[in-house]
């Protein structure tokens, strides 16, 4: 059975699955060969054994450190194919808030300081969409697409019932409460929840435990928790809007 270990660099949290393969999936967010090799020696992985590194979506608290990690470990880079534009030109993430959570924290959040200004344009090695099998790998699951947050969203799917859903389903900040993705990438909301909520149904039905970025990990009952808050959320949103038309 598949081993999700974790690590936490600045405010983002990276993931090593160790199987009859290990593969490594997000970086954490902090730029530095140095915090690489700590977070390896202290999980008890050999860089050398690491054969593939995923980016589970093209945010730069996500991938900073990939290309380090690269460097150390000789496996190939993978993402989605709407992630590879940002990686490629090492672009700042363009999200808008998807609900009141969001609005809330990018009223609250500073301007990116610090490791990620010194972030560097990386070329990935294998770029995805559909289902990916991980077993070439070494590990069990798959890679499946999860959008809603961003358009380029995978997540990975063990056959064991866990699951490394990047920012899909995060901790509230002011609660500790699970939350679904706060932020999204397009101006048509209704069209992000839609593909959010789809994509936590579609996890809910298939994973039992969810390895978040941020927080976590989380029960499938904190899963369907926060979106049913969503959808409530949504609809509410969307019957203010009919009034107001």
């Known amino acids: 059975m598949a081993e999700v270990i974790g ?12 199987d009859e393969g290990v593969i490594a999936v997000d970086s954490g967010c902090a730029l530095g060969r140095e915090y690489f090799l700590e977070v390896c020696a202290g999980a008890g992985i ?44 090492a ?30 344009p990386m070329v990935p090695d294998l770029v995805v969409e559909g289902t990916v099998d991980l077993r070439p790998w070494g590990v069990k699951g798959r890679l499946v697409e999860t959008p809603g947050h961003s358009d380029g969203c995978l997540s990975v799917l063990l056959d064991s019932g866990e699951a490394l859903v990047g920012d899909l389903l995060v901790e509230d900040v002011r609660d500790g409460s699970p939350s679904l993705a706060f932020l999204c990438y397009t101006d048509d909301i209704a069209a992000a ?53």
């Open 91 to 120: 672009l700042h993430p363009n999200v808008r808030p998807r609900s009141r959570y969001g609005q809330y924290m990018m009223s609250e959040l500073p301007p990116d300081e610090g490791p990620l200004e010194l972030l560097r």
């Open 193 to 245: 929840n839609a593909q959010l909520f789809a994509s936590a149904q579609y996890l809910a039905e298939n994973a039992e435990t969810f390895y978040s970025g941020h927080g976590g990990p989380f029960s499938r009952d904190d899963l369907l928790a926060a979106l049913a808050v969503a959808r409530a959320e949504a609809a509410e949103t969307a019957e203010v809007a009919e009034e107001a038309g």
């Open 7 to 18: 690590y936490k660099l600045g405010m983002a949290n990276g993931y090593f699955v160790k």
């Open 46 to 89: 050999d860089p050398q054994d690491i054969r593939l590194l995923v980016v589970t979506h093209g945010h730069v608290d996500h991938f900073v450190n990939m290309d380090e990690m690269r460097a150390v470990t000789g496996a190939p880079l993978l993402c989605h194919k709407n992630a590879e534009r940002t990686l490629r030109e």
